[in-house]
């Protein structure tokens, strides 16, 4: 499935309103080797109520914003991992939007 029409789902099924904004593409990603980071998160400037999803640059590590706290997880030896919260990352591709009131949905038994 495309990142973008994931991210774009994720953002319409869970929110009230909310505009998606995607960096870069998963498919430079694969395709043509393009690891370097096309987002510096530092430069999204209003973090109140954001939310994104990406890798980290050069593939090194995965990246969430949740409610406006960025966080950076990675293997650091063997099987251990490391989060860590800053908004000093950067992403090959990255979605992200800002949720100001979240929809609840009753998920059914069987998914």
């Given at each position: 499935?495309?990142f ?18 995607v ?7 694969m395709?043509k080797g393009?690891?370097e980071?096309?987002?510096?998160l530092?430069?999204?400037h ?10 980290e640059?050069y593939l ?5 914003i949740i ?6 997880s990675?293997v650091s ?7 860590e ?7 090959p591709?990255?979605g ?9 949905k ?6």
């Open positions: 499935m495309n973008r029409i994931l991210i774009a789902i994720c953002f319409s099924v869970f929110s009230a309103k909310a505009q998606v904004h960096i870069g593409q998963m498919r430079d990603v395709w393009e690891l980071g096309k987002i510096h530092d430069t999204i209003n973090r109140t109520n954001l939310y994104g999803l990406g890798p640059d090194r590590g995965e990246i969430m409610d406006g706290k960025a966080y950076r990675r030896s063997g099987e251990d991992m490391v989060v919260e800053t908004f000093d990352l950067k992403a591709f990255f992200y939007g800002w949720v100001q009131k979240w929809n609840s009753v998920l059914p038994k069987k998914v």
